[in-house]
């Protein structure tokens, strides 16, 4: 007998206890295991072709062992979890789980804040989606990124800085509240680059809320938010509903009691990962970028969820078309009608229906049962649907349609016959006995709404068109007045860039330039320049209190103006920097003042950048390369750093000063127009749309906040710009923007 040695041996009993090993741990998990945050649908539902050994219809058999494996999934989660309902429980949180409809807002949205009256229009807002879509439960009111980073504010700053402050925020907070729609706020824990708060992110987020009266938090970019967020508002006395943008790891849902879904789509439905373990816990799915809003709502339909109905996506404008809307209406107007139904532990996923691509979810509760119905098919669906056994006094009712169903009973089962449109819904309640006057109402409702097909109703998308806000000219004048210089104009080849951290190059990003039919992230315009005169250097603080002095000008929203001087003074030592923490609204009245105006995008960019195309105002030379080169890209500012042509940027948490704007002649333009680049943005132009108001920033600055991708990105080059969402005064001001004036030549 051959002896086989002792490490084949070893190796082969190794293989089969792992063999063995692998076969008990797949006896224990679930085949249908969730993928994600999405649990797969019933193998049966997998069209194969002829050559794939065809296609084999579901039944009540596949249903049966699907439902029984997602179950025993789901108990041994929640034990290997340690699951805890306790936070579902808590009368404050509650509000959750009805929380259908929920846009992330934009502070900037001008629905929302009116800059000129200087108030809060809450219910301008409300009534707008209103009458486009049916309303909101709640909103998630944002005021951080993409402006955040543009100087040392952090996140709780932003919200501040909000006209009126917090005061002002309280009172926005209780419109929306008297409309019955609740709070949100963000957090960004990657803002960690900015002022550090006074107390620990836990302690500094719950307190602010408490303040403003808000009831949640989204947890921006978070997998989860940490248990200590949620002890940190109970400990306060606030109970806040956080809703962090990723799925939780399984044990966060005992007090993360919303997510939002961040779905991958196919044709066939999938079951919520986290509805499923807690049909309590309210998932709002995130599309954002999808102009198409179908699998978003049929998604949310079929799990029982609800939808983050976000159009102002970072000031772009990604509105729902009118069928969209009107698919939302009716969506939301049954959700909401059957709430109680929704949260139900009975939830039964993937009801048996008659037709393939049509996909319904139970949900008993007590002697009652709904079930949500969407078809996936392109076409339209009629007659029999579904089958229910059979009980004596038992009703059906279409609440899609708002009629009364007549069974059509075949052993021992009722036919339920009703219409499906194509990529719609449909909507089953069965209930003993007469309906009450409120379902009885509702039906009505529901009778004239769906009167009109959904493919009645448009389904193009536009994007929305936006203008110039006129700069009135100058009277001119016959030579470079004191401090100016002379710009000659010409033949000029106006291209630029839009810096935005999202978007690509889609349609509606950016601004629309006025010989443009859409707003575009990449411009590229032959012009004529008229002849001008621009200042050398940015309006400095000592100039900026001669104005002051002479026009006793005092703005009416008056929070973070001039925030860095004191009594009316600026700093000691600051009278040759750039005024900063001035709105666009000051720095035109200060150039209206002084005879002036400020520049369009194109004539800054042509003072700074000439007839020859070069990258830098100075030339081609790229001095924070440089700065840290050592071979032959070294400079002489290498040695002494006062000979560069902008300032060494700062990266610290607190921003530091600006440089005087005559610290670095090197950097002057081909025109000698000097401090142009890398010191303090420079506004110029505003855009304008329906919805958003947005400033053209140049420059650059000196602050660079570290530790995120998400800070308001620089445009140092003079082929890039900066796009600022603006809201208002008080929040549009920064420690990191300033401005200079032109004057028109003759």
């Given at each position: 007998?051959?002896?086989?040695?002792?490490?084949?041996?070893?190796?082969?009993s190794?293989?089969?206890?792992?063999?063995?090993?692998?076969?008990?741990s797949?006896?224990?998990?679930?085949?249908?295991s969730?993928?994600?945050?999405?649990?797969?649908?019933?193998?049966?539902?997998?069209?194969?072709?002829?050559?794939?050994?065809?296609?084999?219809?579901?039944?009540?058999?596949?249903?049966?062992?699907?439902?029984?494996?997602?179950?025993?999934?789901?108990?041994?989660?929640?034990?290997?979890v340690?699951?805890?309902p306790?936070?579902y429980?808590?009368?404050?949180?509650?509000?959750?789980?009805?929380?259908?409809?929920?846009?992330?807002m934009?502070?900037?949205?001008?629905?929302?804040?009116?800059?000129?009256?200087?108030k809060?229009?809450?219910d301008?807002?409300?009534?707008?989606l209103?009458?486009?879509?049916?309303?909101?439960?709640?909103?998630?009111?944002?005021?951080?990124?993409?402006?955040?980073?543009?100087?040392?504010?952090?996140?709780l700053?932003?919200?501040?800085?909000?006209?009126g402050g917090?005061e002002?925020?309280?009172?926005?907070?209780?419109?929306?509240?008297?409309?019955?729609?609740?709070?949100?706020?963000?957090?960004?824990?990657?803002?960690?680059?900015?002022r550090?708060?006074?107390?620990?992110?836990?302690?500094?987020i719950?307190?602010?809320?408490?303040?403003?009266?808000?009831?949640?938090?989204?947890?921006?970019?978070?997998?989860?938010v940490?248990?200590?967020?949620?002890?940190?508002?109970?400990?306060?006395?606030?109970?806040?509903?956080?809703?962090?943008?990723?799925?939780p790891?399984?044990?966060?849902?005992s007090?993360n009691?919303?997510?939002?879904g961040?779905?991958t789509?196919?044709?066939?439905?999938?079951?919520?990962?986290?509805?499923?373990?807690?049909?309590?816990?309210?998932?709002?799915?995130?599309?954002?970028w999808?102009?198409d809003?179908?699998d978003?709502?049929?998604?949310?339909?079929?799990?029982?969820?609800?939808?983050e109905s976000?159009?102002?996506v970072?000031?772009?404008?990604n509105?729902?078309?009118?069928?969209?809307?009107?698919?939302?209406?009716?969506?939301?107007?049954i959700?909401?009608?059957?709430?109680?139904f929704?949260v139900?532990?009975?939830?039964?996923?993937?009801?048996?229906?008659?037709?393939?691509?049509v996909?319904?979810?139970?949900w008993?509760?007590?002697?009652?049962?709904?079930w949500?119905?969407?078809?996936?098919?392109e076409?339209?669906?009629?007659g029999?649907?579904?089958?229910?056994?059979?009980?004596?006094?038992?009703?059906?009712?279409?609440?899609?349609?708002?009629?009364?169903?007549?069974?059509?009973?075949?052993?021992?089962?009722?036919?339920?016959s009703?219409?499906?449109?194509?990529?719609?819904?449909?909507?089953?309640?069965a209930?003993?006995?007469?309906?009450?006057p409120g379902?009885?109402a509702?039906?009505?409702?529901m009778?004239?709404?769906?009167?009109?097909?959904?493919?009645?109703?448009?389904?193009?998308?536009?994007?929305?068109?936006?203008?110039?806000?006129?700069?009135?000219?100058t009277?001119?004048?016959?030579?470079?007045p004191?401090?100016m210089?002379?710009?000659?104009?010409?033949?000029?080849?106006?291209?630029?860039?839009?810096?935005?951290?999202?978007?690509?190059?889609?349609?509606?990003?950016?601004?629309?330039?006025?010989?443009e039919?859409?707003?575009?992230?990449?411009?590229?315009?032959?012009?004529?320049?008229?002849?001008?005169?621009?200042?050398?250097?940015?309006?400095t603080?000592a100039?900026f209190?001669?104005?002051?002095?002479?026009?006793?000008?005092?703005p009416?929203?008056?929070?973070?103006f001039?925030?860095?001087?004191k009594?009316?003074?600026?700093?000691d030592?600051?009278?040759?920097?750039?005024?900063?923490?001035?709105?666009?609204?000051?720095a035109?009245?200060?150039a209206?003042?002084?005879g002036?105006?400020?520049?369009?995008?194109?004539?800054?960019?042509?003072?700074?950048?000439?007839?020859?195309n070069?990258?830098?105002?100075?030339?081609?030379?790229?001095?924070?390369?440089?700065?840290?080169?050592?071979?032959?890209f070294?400079?002489?500012?290498?040695?002494?750093?006062?000979?560069a042509?902008?300032?060494?940027?700062?990266?610290?948490?607190?921003?530091?000063?600006?440089?005087?704007?005559?610290?670095?002649?090197?950097?002057?333009?081909?025109?000698?127009?000097?401090?142009?680049?890398?010191?303090?943005w420079?506004?110029?132009?505003?855009?304008?749309?329906?919805?958003t108001?947005?400033?053209?920033?140049?420059?650059?600055?000196?602050?660079?906040?570290?530790?995120?991708?998400?800070?308001?990105p620089?445009?140092?080059?003079?082929?890039?710009?900066?796009?600022?969402?603006?809201?208002?005064?008080?929040?549009?001001?920064?420690?990191?923007?300033?401005?200079?004036?032109?004057?028109?030549?003759?």
């Amino acid at each position: 007998m051959t002896t086989v040695p002792r490490t084949i041996r070893w190796a082969v009993s190794i293989s089969i206890l792992s063999a063995a090993l692998a076969m008990f741990s797949s006896a224990q998990d679930s085949h249908y295991s969730p993928r994600g945050q999405q649990i797969p649908p019933p193998e049966c539902f997998n069209l194969r072709g002829a050559w794939e050994g065809g296609y084999i219809p579901c039944n009540p058999g596949s249903h049966q062992h699907w439902l029984n494996d997602i179950t025993h999934w789901r108990m041994e989660r929640r034990i290997r979890v340690g699951y805890d309902p306790a936070r579902y429980q808590m009368p404050e949180l509650q509000w959750a789980q009805s929380s259908f409809m929920q846009p992330q807002m934009m502070v900037h949205d001008r629905y929302f804040y009116e800059p000129v009256a200087g108030k809060y229009t809450v219910d301008r807002y409300l009534d707008d989606l209103d009458k486009r879509y049916g309303g909101i439960d709640a909103v998630l009111i944002w005021a951080t990124y993409p402006n955040m980073g543009i100087d040392d504010r952090n996140q709780l700053d932003m919200v501040r800085s909000m006209p009126g402050g917090v005061e002002g925020v309280r009172q926005a907070v209780a419109d929306f509240h008297r409309r019955g729609v609740r709070v949100l706020f963000p957090m960004m824990m990657w803002d960690q680059g900015t002022r550090e708060p006074d107390k620990p992110w836990p302690d500094a987020i719950a307190q602010l809320m408490k303040d403003v009266g808000a009831d949640g938090v989204n947890g921006d970019t978070q997998d989860g938010v940490p248990l200590a967020f949620s002890l940190a508002a109970e400990k306060i006395g606030h109970p806040l509903a956080f809703e962090p943008e990723g799925g939780p790891h399984d044990e966060g849902i005992s007090w993360n009691v919303m997510t939002w879904g961040q779905y991958t789509f196919q044709f066939v439905p999938t079951v919520d990962r986290y509805r499923w373990l807690e049909p309590r816990h309210m998932v709002n799915i995130q599309g954002r970028w999808n102009r198409d809003k179908t699998d978003d709502l049929q998604f949310a339909f079929f799990n029982g969820e609800g939808w983050e109905s976000w159009e102002n996506v970072w000031g772009i404008w990604n509105g729902v078309t009118p069928r969209d809307g009107e698919a939302t209406r009716r969506v939301a107007s049954i959700e909401r009608s059957i709430a109680p139904f929704l949260v139900s532990q009975d939830w039964e996923p993937f009801y048996p229906m008659h037709h393939y691509g049509v996909f319904a979810s139970r949900w008993p509760l007590g002697d009652r049962t709904a079930w949500t119905i969407v078809n996936r098919n392109e076409y339209d669906v009629d007659g029999r649907q579904m089958s229910v056994p059979h009980k004596d006094g038992m009703r059906y009712f279409d609440l899609y349609h708002g009629v009364e169903l007549k069974p059509q009973t075949e052993d021992s089962a009722d036919v339920l016959s009703f219409a499906t449109e194509g990529h719609a819904y449909g909507a089953i309640l069965a209930q003993p006995g007469e309906p009450d006057p409120g379902l009885r109402a509702f039906m009505a409702k529901m009778k004239q709404l769906t009167a009109q097909p959904l493919a009645g109703y448009s389904h193009e998308w536009k994007p929305l068109p936006q203008h110039l806000v006129e700069i009135p000219p100058t009277a001119p004048a016959s030579s470079a007045p004191d401090g100016m210089v002379s710009i000659p104009g010409g033949d000029y080849l106006f291209k630029v860039e839009g810096i935005e951290i999202e978007g690509d190059d889609d349609i509606a990003v950016d601004v629309q330039y006025p010989w443009e039919d859409s707003a575009r992230r990449f411009h590229e315009h032959r012009m004529q320049i008229k002849p001008f005169y621009i200042d050398k250097y940015p309006v400095t603080n000592a100039a900026f209190k001669k104005f002051l002095d002479a026009s006793h000008y005092h703005p009416t929203d008056d929070l973070n103006f001039l925030k860095d001087w004191k009594n009316g003074a600026y700093p000691d030592g600051a009278a040759n920097k750039p005024v900063t923490w001035v709105s666009l609204e000051d720095a035109r009245a200060y150039a209206k003042w002084a005879g002036k105006r400020l520049p369009h995008e194109w004539e800054w960019q042509f003072a700074a950048q000439g007839t020859d195309n070069r990258i830098f105002p100075w030339g081609e030379c790229d001095w924070l390369a440089s700065a840290n080169s050592g071979g032959p890209f070294a400079r002489p500012w290498q040695k002494d750093p006062a000979d560069a042509p902008a300032p060494v940027p700062d990266k610290g948490r607190v921003m530091a000063a600006s440089s005087d704007v005559d610290a670095h002649p090197h950097g002057a333009s081909p025109f000698g127009v000097v401090d142009m680049v890398g010191n303090v943005w420079q506004w110029t132009d505003e855009y304008v749309d329906d919805h958003t108001r947005a400033a053209i920033l140049r420059g650059g600055s000196h602050y660079q906040p570290q530790g995120s991708i998400w800070y308001f990105p620089q445009a140092y080059r003079n082929s890039q710009h900066g796009k600022l969402l603006l809201m208002g005064p008080s929040y549009d001001r920064s420690g990191a923007l300033g401005f200079r004036c032109v004057k028109d030549a003759p």
